[in-house]
């Protein structure tokens, strides 16, 4: 009797694997036949549940956006304060450790292929709504005007990728990385004490 196999499972073992050596490795290296070699399969299995490297990258995105979002809800959970729920919000987003500087190195990368890939593009988009959206459910206790609320947001999202940038391009490595991080997380905390001085 075949073995019964877990459709949803696999998919997400691939999409994983993806993720993984995009981080390790740079996304070039995510090549169905690297993704397969990966995963321990053929390029052919690997086929069967993504037809192309496009639909392969897609998923894994999808898949490290909605991971990267329960650790930010995992972040604010007991944290009081509006505010402070909303600094908490923007300091994990940001890549203030090895972990999440991988991650935004990998982001940075989609978006490159993004400018070449309308499905790339699409689904970046669809990431980048559901981002605002969050920070709109955060930013509405702060704001004294809900026609503020979108403007707002995206100015969070434009700091947050600006900070991002710079922690990515300019920020020394080694122990000199803590003295950037705390710079960092001082410029978020002197924003959200503007932001809520500007709209009390």
């Given at each position: 009797m075949p073995k019964e196999v877990d459709i949803e499972?696999?998919?997400?073992?691939?999409?994983?694997?993806?993720?993984?050596?995009?981080?390790?490795?740079?996304?070039?290296?995510?090549t169905m036949r690297r993704i397969a070699a990966e995963t321990n399969c053929t390029t052919g299995a690997l086929t069967h549940y993504f037809p192309n490297r496009e639909a392969l990258l897609v998923e894994a995105l999808r898949r490290a956006h909605y991971a990267a979002g329960a650790r930010l809800m995992a972040a604010v959970q007991g944290v009081s304060g509006h505010r402070a729920r909303l600094e908490t919000l923007l300091l994990e987003?940001?890549?203030?450790?090895?972990?999440?500087?991988?991650?935004?190195?990998?982001?940075?990368?989609?978006?490159?292929?993004?400018?070449?890939?309308?499905?790339?593009?699409?689904?970046?988009?669809?990431?980048?709504?559901?981002?605002?959206?969050?920070?709109?459910?955060?930013?509405?206790?702060?704001?004294?005007?809900?026609?503020?609320?979108?403007?707002?947001?995206?100015?969070?999202?434009?700091?947050?990728?600006?900070?991002?940038?710079?922690?990515?391009?300019?920020?020394?490595?080694?122990?000199?990385?803590?003295?950037?991080?705390?710079?960092v997380t001082a410029e978020v905390r002197f924003y959200l004490q503007a932001l809520e001085q500007r709209c009390s």
């Open positions: 499972q696999k998919r997400s073992e691939f999409a994983d694997a993806t993720w993984r050596v995009m981080t390790d490795e740079g996304l070039p290296a995510a987003a940001l890549p203030l450790d090895s972990r999440r500087m991988k991650e935004w190195r990998t982001r940075l990368a989609v978006w490159a292929a993004a400018s070449t890939s309308v499905t790339l593009r699409a689904e970046n988009s669809r990431r980048y709504q559901e981002w605002n959206a969050l920070l709109e459910r955060y930013l509405e206790p702060i704001l004294s005007r809900a026609d503020w609320l979108r403007s707002e947001a995206v100015l969070l999202m434009g700091l947050v990728d600006g900070l991002a940038l710079r922690l990515l391009l300019h920020a020394p490595r080694g122990p000199r990385m803590q003295a950037a991080v705390s710079e």
